[in-house]
């Protein structure tokens, strides 16, 4: 039931456009076939710089630039935001730690700063 349906309206739709084809004047039809025309064409004169064939190779040169730069420039390992040895990660076990949130509460933090050290000093060793 559906095909036959689905035939029945693709047949109602190309006679209703053929039909307004049909009922199209000369004059219209000139204009539509030069406008045809004139977009089939290809496109004369220079194209501005914004041309994807200038744009993709200067945004390549420009992303190869930075890369050697974040490589090559050279890198202060005593700031601590270029931390790589998992600075991050404690600072995030810290919040996740419902135990650690109420050690640094207390007044007297820097004892616990201390003890923590020296026990990771003994595990060190």
Excluded: C
Aim: proline content about 3%.
């Amino acid at each position: 039931m559906k095909h036959e349906e689905t035939a029945e309206f693709e047949r109602r739709t190309q006679a209703l456009l053929r039909d307004s084809v049909d009922r199209v004047d000369g004059a219209t039809r000139s204009r539509l076939a030069q406008a045809r025309s004139k977009a089939l064409e290809p496109r004369s004169g220079r194209s501005g710089w914004l041309d994807f064939r200038y744009l993709a190779p200067a945004g390549a040169m420009a992303a190869a630039a930075l890369l050697t730069v974040l490589i090559v420039a050279p890198r202060d390992d005593s700031n601590p935001v270029n931390d790589s040895g998992g600075g991050a990660l404690y600072d995030l076990e810290l919040l996740a730690d419902a135990d650690a949130y109420e050690l640094t509460q207390e007044a007297d933090l820097e004892f616990i700063e201390w003890a923590a050290a020296m026990s990771e000093e003994k595990a060190g060793t």
